[in-house]
């Protein structure tokens, strides 16, 4: 049995065909189905006791077994995250709906509003001080990840945007670059932090109605921002607008298609990751919205496929220069820090980072990371001058 959920109604602005333009069709599960989950850590332990009795000659009974608790893990999988779909599309439609406040006054850190917030993410100042243990260093290694891809990109004396700069961590990327950088953010907290961090000018903006002349940046590098837009395919054509023919850009995203640790544990699992960059429906139903508990609000938190990079991307008039995928197998820094205890962030990076580096040369998995990042260029314009004519 199914139940017809229209998306045109929950996700009017997040322009994507596969959501926008046909009823979504999500079928029931029983709820002892969804309770099996709860027992998801126990499984890979009896799986593995399968698998020793399976190497040692176990008969097809014991392999059917086996198969059994496969199919039975992967389909409890997809029935929790479809529940949590639902949920989410119903948020997403308060959020969306009339009546409410500007979408992007759900990014904002107002202090009347909520007196206790999460601190301003500055933790690349101190990296290298934290134990593995304590912290996720994924926004260290993001960090190093964008200055390799500043390197390449970036020409000297670029004009370039840090829009959603948070702190100023990329934007210091782009002064080490050689670039004249310019900070956007909706936060104001952050704008000042990043502001006496840099040195640099930075204005308040929303990514969708972007306050900048057309052509004025060479450069501009959009982390994790995307995904939070009421509206990614004009927030994507504002800044293909305000970059000068020639001009780069650089993006990531949350990826609808990465693969946990604990996937490799099932080949269901495993075989539906990889089977999804061809076939993006049959991935199960991506995330829609993030709760912020101390913030006491929920916003928009999509995830993408390829397909959808492409589309927003080639709509917006820019060309794909490389897409990429990056952070593997998040959360193994868990397991680093219970082996290595004495580890800091910067000792895990130093261990992840060639890792991840070679990840992202080999060419499937390199499109399995919880990460997209993908670098375009706006095509320089035809000189208007005709062939033989004078200066």
């Known amino acids: 049995m199914t139940r017809i959920i229209n998306a045109n109604e929950v996700a009017r602005g997040l322009r994507f065909k596969s959501e926008i333009k046909k009823d979504i069709r999500l079928p029931r599960y029983p709820g002892w189905l969804l309770v099996v989950m709860r027992l998801r850590y126990y499984v890979p332990a009896l799986v593995a006791w399968l698998s020793v009795g399976a190497i040692f000659g176990a008969g097809p009974l014991w392999w059917a077994v086996l198969m059994a608790i496969f199919v039975l893990h992967w389909a409890a999988h997809r029935a929790v995250r479809r529940k949590a779909y639902h949920g989410e599309l119903g948020k997403l439609r308060e959020i969306c709906g009339t009546g409410r406040a500007p979408i992007e006054s759900y990014y904002r850190r107002e202090r009347e509003e909520a007196p206790i917030v999460n601190p301003v993410p500055d933790r690349e100042r101190s990296f290298g001080d934290h134990l593995v243990s304590e912290t996720d260093p994924i926004h260290q290694m993001r960090k190093i990840h964008a200055r390799r891809i500043l390197k390449e990109l970036v020409r000297p004396n670029a004009r370039s945007a840090d829009v959603g700069c948070l702190a100023g961590d990329i934007s210091e990327e782009h002064i080490q670059a050689g670039c004249t950088a310019f900070l956007f953010d909706l936060d104001l907290e952050s704008l000042h932090l990043a502001q006496s961090r840099t040195g640099r000018p930075a204005a308040r903006a929303d990514v969708g109605r972007f306050p900048s002349r057309p052509g004025a940046f060479d450069f501009i590098s959009l982390f994790e921002v995307i995904e939070h837009v009421a509206d990614p395919m004009a927030a994507i054509r504002e800044l293909a607008d305000a970059l000068a023919p020639g001009g780069r850009m650089v993006l990531s995203t949350d990826n609808a298609g990465f693969l946990l640790g604990v996937h490799l544990l099932n080949p269901l699992i495993l075989l539906e990751r990889i089977a999804g960059l061809y076939l993006p429906s049959l991935l199960p139903p991506r995330n829609l919205v993030k709760t912020d508990l101390p913030m006491g609000k929920e916003y928009p938190h999509v995830s993408f496929t390829s ?52 990840l992202q ?6 499109c399995l990371g ?15 001058i005709s062939p033989g004519s004078g200066p």
């Not at 060309?319 to 219970?338: D, E, Q, T």
């Not at 040369?361 to 390199?366: E, R």
């Open 361 to 366: 040369k080999i060419p499937i998995i390199s």
């Open 370 to 384: 919880t990460h997209w990042v993908v670098a375009c260029e706006k095509p320089k314009e035809k000189s208007k």
């Open 307 to 358: 397909a959808h990079i492409r589309s927003l991307i080639g709509e917006a008039g820019l060309k794909i220069i490389w897409m990429k995928s990056y952070y593997f197998l998040p959360g193994m820094h868990r397991p680093a820090a219970r082996l290595f205890p004495s580890w800091t962030d910067a000792d895990y990076a130093r261990f992840a980072l060639p890792l991840e580096f070679a």
